[in-house]
């Protein structure tokens, strides 16, 4: 090959790299890396509402482990809320909605898929109010109208129980995603597979058990990985439906980073905070990337690039 | 063991029939192939006698017991899939350990039962490895195995061999029939592959668009095909036929006459087609003239190509005379007795009938 030929073609390799790598690199580092950067920058200042950074300070780390009184409540909130929005709804519900909906002739299936794909599809601000319409503590609301009717006495969910609520409000939505995700997957075990097992003397529940489960552990462990993350950083149905309280029996970490940097103005204690979310993300990812063995779920790719 | 009996059962999704009402019968202890081409509904009838498909009409009984309503886990069958569908997350002890997982068992006989039928379907080497690390061969050993571990009253078998090569089918095909006969379990076996159903069985059940064309022995299906379909599907290479019209004890087909006869009353009348079988059709210096075509030689036999007066015809040789060349103008003859007559109409066979040169 002459010399000519081989730069042509490595000019073209580099062509390559920066057309097709390129645009995701940019939002990478624009979205991700850059906010990542200015957070920190951030959090070592003492920026607040004139959003003017004055000095050089490790004052908001030292607030944030020493003197924030929240902070262990909110923490504490925040594990709660994700494990059980997880628990009940994100992972387990998930599952029993797509293992039903499949069982089921294909028309209701899709029907009862596309009726809990609802809440996601509608905008979060009108889901929130049809929330708040139906835990309203008065005989009004929706709940209590059914309390009535049935001859229970009425109920203030967001007084008494507003963890239940944030965790069932945003469950409603979160189980479309695992749904999705495990009906895709349990379409995809082989027929014969639920065949043999019904002959071979499996009845329905056991088939679950020893086909259905193990052939979607993989969409499990993902589901459970990526949501976790997610209900780690999102609190807008929260925000929109408790306002973190009463009080801040409701203000989950995230919230509470909104909160202090938005809400109170102050910018570098809520970078602060932010970092830790940051931290506490990456140590949760990597402790389920390693106890779920997720490295087994990657293949190496099979197309070779030029 | 399980003497098997179809009532008029029948089989539709939506507005199409799968199964036309079939009534059959199969004996305690019999080996039985049910023969078709794909889409004949061979492997839905299998799959209610399983109980995986529910009958839209009829009844499946089971030694005199209705079956319909019973579910699959309780019928105490073994089936073997074309596919295997041996479980991916387990190894091969505990596939084939599984059905036993639901009986009242003790784990410990469980596994030394799993262990005695794996070998003797010769994959106790293999007990401890998952089905992807499997040949094909040996993931169709370790179904039979689950298929058997549990000692049904019924095996079924929906196309076990078809996705092995062609050696390892031989050896399957002898295996599994002695296995049969050794256990003596009621089997079914569901196939395309004629050979395989004529090699194995001791009946076959020919299925043609939903309907039984067919129930006989191998020997039934080569000397007296009931229809057209049976004809054309069985025997390889298929038997010739030679379309034409029957009139005043004469065959007329385009350039030629032929005798025709019956040895049940009068010879037939009106649309007719001749069957005549590649292997009895032999040269000679009178009969039918024709001309070779193409000559392929099949290793112990030779089949020949002719254009004649009846149209294309297929000879087979059994021991070929070199001295046959394309081209070459031949006479062929055949014995009467060995024919065999459809009416056109109807398709099916019209018995004693025969034709001759």
């Known amino acids: 090959m002459s010399a000519d030929l081989i730069t042509q073609q490595k000019r073209r390799q580099r062509t390559n790299f920066v057309i097709f790598l390129g645009p995701a690199c940019l939002l990478l580092l624009m979205f991700f890396v850059l906010p990542v950067v200015v957070d920190i920058a951030v959090a070592f200042t003492d920026m607040g509402r004139t959003l003017k950074a004055g000095e050089f300070t490790f004052e908001n780390f030292e607030r944030m482990f020493t003197r924030d009184r929240r902070l262990l409540k909110t923490l504490t909130l925040t594990f709660i809320y994700v494990l059980g929005t997880l628990a009940f709804f994100n992972v387990t519900f998930g599952l029993i909605l797509a293992l039903v909906t499949t069982a089921l002739p294909s028309r209701a299936g899709g029907f009862f898929r596309a009726v809990w794909l609802l809440p996601r599809m509608s905008p979060s601000v009108v889901y929130a109010l049809l929330w708040a319409w139906a835990i309203d503590p008065t005989e009004r609301g929706l709940i209590n109208q059914i309390f009535l009717a049935l001859g229970i006495p009425i109920l203030d969910l967001q007084n008494d129980f507003p963890m239940v609520l944030i965790i069932v409000a945003n469950g409603f939505i979160g189980a479309s995603m695992g749904m999705i995700i495990f009906t895709s997957a349990i379409r995809s075990i082989p027929e014969h597979l639920f065949h043999a097992a019904r002959t071979d003397g499996a009845g329905g529940l056991r088939v679950v058990w020893h086909i259905t489960l193990p052939a979607i552990r993989w969409p499990i462990s993902f589901i459970t990985v990526y949501q976790t993350l997610s209900l780690l950083v999102s609190f807008e149905y929260i925000w929109l439906i408790t306002d973190g309280g009463p009080f801040f029996d409701t203000t989950v970490y995230a919230l509470y980073v909104y909160k202090r940097a938005f809400e109170s103005g102050q910018y570098a204690y809520g970078a602060t905070l932010a970092l830790l979310l940051v931290v506490i993300g990456v140590a949760a990812s990597m402790l389920m990337w390693r106890f779920l063995n997720m490295k087994a779920l990657l293949q190496e790719p099979r197309i070779e690039v030029h | ?357």
């Open chain 2, 1 to 357: 063991m399980a003497r098997v009996e179809l009532k008029q059962v029948t089989k539709a999704w939506g507005d199409v029939v799968a199964v036309e009402p079939t009534d059959l019968v199969i004996e305690n202890g019999e080996f039985v192939a049910v023969l078709g081409p794909s889409g004949c509904g061979k492997s839905t009838t299998l799959f209610m006698l399983a109980g995986i498909y529910a009958p839209t009409s009829g009844a499946i009984l089971f030694d005199g017991h209705e079956m319909n309503a019973v579910e699959p886990k309780d019928r105490n069958i073994g089936i073997v899939f074309q596919s295997y569908a041996l479980y991916p997350h387990m190894n091969v002890r505990d596939n084939i350990a599984f059905p036993l997982k639901f009986q009242k068992l003790p784990k410990s006989e469980a596994i030394a039962r799993a262990e005695d039928v794996a070998r003797l379907v010769h994959v106790d080497e293999l007990l401890d490895r998952k089905p992807s690390q499997l040949s094909g061969g040996q993931q169709q050993r370790v179904a039979l195995a689950r298929a058997l571990v549990k000692q049904p009253n019924l095996l079924l078998l929906d196309e076990p061999l078809s996705n092995l090569d062609a050696t390892l089918r031989l050896t399957m095909r002898t295996e599994i029939k002695a296995l049969q006969k050794r256990t003596g379990i009621t089997t079914i076996l569901v196939t395309h592959d004629q050979l395989e159903a004529t090699t194995m069985a001791d009946r076959i059940i020919c299925m043609s668009r939903g309907r039984i064309e067919q129930i006989g022995t191998p020997e039934d299906f080569y000397s007296r095909p009931a229809s057209l379909f049976v004809a054309k599907f069985i025997g390889s290479p298929p038997l010739n036929l030679v379309e034409g019209t029957g009139r005043e004890g004469r065959f007329q087909t385009g350039g030629a006459s032929l005798r025709l006869g019956s040895d049940q009353g009068a010879p037939p009348e009106g649309g007719i087609v001749a069957g005549l079988r590649p292997e009895m059709l032999t040269f000679g210096p009178e009969g039918i003239a024709g001309e070779i075509v193409a000559i392929e030689p099949m290793g112990r036999e030779t089949l020949y190509i002719l254009d004649t007066d009846l149209g294309g015809l297929r000879v087979l040789e059994s021991r070929p005379d070199r001295t046959h060349t394309v081209g070459q103008k031949v006479h062929v003859s055949f014995d009467a007795a060995e024919t065999v007559l459809f009416d056109a109409a109807t398709e099916t066979r019209i018995a004693g009938a025969w034709v001759a040169v």
